[in-house]
């Protein structure tokens, strides 16, 4: 059959008399077939499965059972109608290992699709699999996990699976696998930690891992792993079951699952939470994904020409604001944490997304762990949705516990992302201080100009890269090209230094630490894995950066003053002080959120020549950190040269 002819038959809407005349787009529709139990999709005992399908708009359903991903139905079994738009099989005997897809007649037409429930798929992710999920957990499967006492003692390292060890001097044995991020004892160049000891020795608190979810064959074919392949992942097939290229065998439904396992229990036991890059606002494709075959119409937004509304700018979006879509995300997060023990969220294009759906996952979590991070892009994006219901930064106030990924301070520090040559506040642009200062008091009402979108700090993530756009390395070449590469680093590290001292969350790009490089590459979600994998020859070159950045995370960690907890705090205890263009300082005082220090004062300087300033006259100030671009320190005065941060500190 043609994608064409594909299309045309599951764009039919269905017979109005299925539905009693109400249509699938009518507010009505919900109200009559909102399903709101547990047992969506194939609930596995060892003496029967129980299949339920949601789907109001077909006149029959079947269940097509399959012995491997790509044989010849077994049989079929027809469901019967259940409540509210459900459809029911019960089938005796143990069913784990066996594939299955949902067969619909909608109008004239009948569509087969894996289900959108489904906890286990074959090779590709068409057909689905019952499995008994208590045989997918590995040896050691704890469920404990490292503290967390607020989201602003988050350090975040973003991560993609296959950049972290396929470069061929990684020293890992599962190149480009879940099972590589668990291997420790890995070595590279020179002998460096690689892979999981290099991660755990920087002191980051969590790994944020980009797409990990089954995506689209149209990105990567898992069957064809031997030839060159490479996509970040944003474009979602199976939200429920890993992706199967980073499995030691994706042909087996259980290593996907296990090894996965393997890989979050390896973090957790190395004091590293993980952070699950989630992508409900769009699918892969609009007409080809389960959701639309089972119920066309329902799961997607549309303008009113009846063309998909496309504010994700990958040809539709996901209507999060209808109560089975939003049941079905909210579903799927909490299968996440509760079979997976992924202890955070960061939701892509998060404004696309509804704020009620927002609030019910923040709610859900509270009752399981509150300690579960929720962060997302809060962009505006256009959209059917009306803005007001939109879970962009403007909305902030209405969604508290969940953060946004604060654009502002990425833009004040390193230029316009979308303005190559743009300067930044570290590489000497002008007027950029306040920008930078809106990020440093962690996007709050501060006072003055000083204000933006966040109600407390832990609405907060401060960043200057990551996976999107170009990183800060290559920026600063397009911004800064006529500068020394020393010049450079200096800047590089100024950025960085801003963002690990900064209140709110902390979150830093892998690699940015030994100031990683696409070879100028804006968007690298398909690149080459030259381009985007992890170079180990770089690092050990940079070892020093390296030492800088996980210097930096210990300067954060080890003063409370860097991470306070409430907006109140932040206002009571930051002082900004007198600053010549270019530099900007300030104070944190009175044993800020219980610092062992009685005053800290920081110095953000992008001044290449020498400067001196006035110091706040509060006792004996002693130089903390960056004492080699101090020239003199003497009473209430200070020299420095050179681009970077420098720390004072008062004990007493």
């Not at 491997?68 to 079929?76: D, G, M």
């Not at 200070?638 to 420098?646: A, D, K």
Request: charged share 25%; glycine share 10%.
């Amino acid at each position: 059959m043609s994608v064409q002819k594909e299309i045309d038959i599951i764009m039919d809407y269905g017979d109005p008399a299925v539905t009693g005349g109400v249509s699938v787009f009518d507010k009505a529709f919900d109200d009559k077939f909102y399903y709101s139990g547990d047992d969506l999709g194939a609930v596995y005992a060892p003496d029967k499965t129980v299949f339920r399908l949601w789907a109001p708009t077909a006149s029959e359903a079947k269940v097509v059972f399959y012995a491997s991903w790509n044989s010849q139905p077994l049989e079929e079994r027809t469901m019967v109608r259940a409540a509210h738009g459900t459809w029911l099989l019960e089938a005796p005997g143990d069913y784990h290992g066996i594939y299955y897809t949902y067969k619909v007649k909608v109008g004239a037409d009948w569509n087969e699709a894996a289900d959108p429930y489904a906890k286990a798929v074959g090779v590709n992710g068409d057909r689905a699999v019952v499995l008994d999920l208590g045989r997918t957990d590995p040896e050691r499967w704890t469920g404990e996990k490292p503290p967390l006492a607020s989201p602003v003692d988050a350090v975040i390292y973003e991560l993609h699976i296959r950049d972290l060890s396929i470069h061929p001097d990684s020293g890992v044995i599962h190149q480009g696998k879940f099972l590589g991020l668990a291997e420790s004892g890995t070595r590279g160049p020179g002998g460096i930690p690689t892979g999981l000891d290099y991660i755990a020795g920087l002191g980051v608190t969590h790994v944020q891992l980009l797409p990990i979810y089954d995506y689209s064959t149209q990105s990567v074919d898992e069957t064809k792993l031997d030839r060159p392949h490479y996509n970040w992942g944003y474009d979602p097939k199976n939200y429920n079951v890993p992706e199967g290229s980073y499995a030691t065998d994706p042909y087996n439904p259980v290593s996907r699952i296990t090894e996965l396992k393997r890989c979050i229990q390896a973090l957790h036991d190395r004091g590293m939470r993980v952070i699950m890059d989630v992508v409900y606002n769009h699918v892969y494709d609009g007409y080809l994904v389960n959701f639309t075959k089972l119920v066309p119409g329902y799961y997607l937004r549309y303008n009113p020409d009846g063309t998909f509304s496309n504010g994700s700018f990958c040809g539709n979006e996901c209507a999060s604001e209808r109560p089975m879509m939003s049941k079905f995300i909210v579903d799927s997060v909490l299968h996440w944490v509760r079979e997976y023990h992924i202890d955070g969220f960061r939701f892509d294009l998060m404004g696309l997304l509804d704020v009620d759906t927002m609030k019910e996952i923040r709610r859900r979590l509270d009752d399981i762990d509150p300690s579960i991070l929720m962060i997302g892009e809060g962009w505006n994006m256009d959209t059917v949705l009306p803005n007001e219901r939109r879970a962009h930064q403007g909305n902030a106030r209405q969604m508290p516990g969940i953060a946004h990924f604060n654009d502002g301070i990425r833009d004040a520090v390193k230029g316009d992302t979308f303005i190559f040559g743009s300067k930044g506040f570290v590489s000497r642009g002008s007027g950029l201080e306040d920008g930078v200062k809106r990020g440093v008091v962690g996007g709050i009402r501060y006072g003055g100009t000083i204000e933006q979108f966040a109600e407390e700090p832990t609405q907060n993530v401060n960043y200057v890269e990551c996976h999107d756009n170009h990183t800060l390395w290559d920026k600063l070449a397009l911004s800064s090209g006529g500068e020394t590469e020393e010049e450079r680093r200096r800047m590089h590290r100024l950025g960085s230094a801003i963002v690990l001292t900064g209140q709110g969350i902390a979150f830093i790009h892998a690699g940015q630490e030994f100031m990683r490089t696409k070879n100028g590459v804006e968007n690298s979600y398909k690149s080459s894995v030259e381009i985007n994998r992890l170079d180990w020859e770089r690092c050990a070159a940079r070892q020093n950066d390296v030492l800088y950045m996980a210097s930096l995370i210990k300067l954060r960690k080890s003063h409370p003053a860097f991470r306070l907890r409430t907006a109140q705090e932040i206002r009571e205890h930051l002082y900004f002080e007198s600053a010549p263009d270019h530099a900007i300082a300030y104070t944190l005082r009175n044993h800020a959120g219980g610092d062992p220090d009685l005053h800290l004062y920081v110095l953000y300087n992008a001044n290449p020549e020498p400067v001196t300033l006035n110091l706040p006259d509060l006792g004996a100030w002693e130089v903390h950190y960056g004492s080699e671009f101090v020239r003199k320190l003497n009473g209430t005065s200070l020299e420095v040269h050179g681009l970077g941060m420098v720390v004072l500190n008062i004990t007493e």
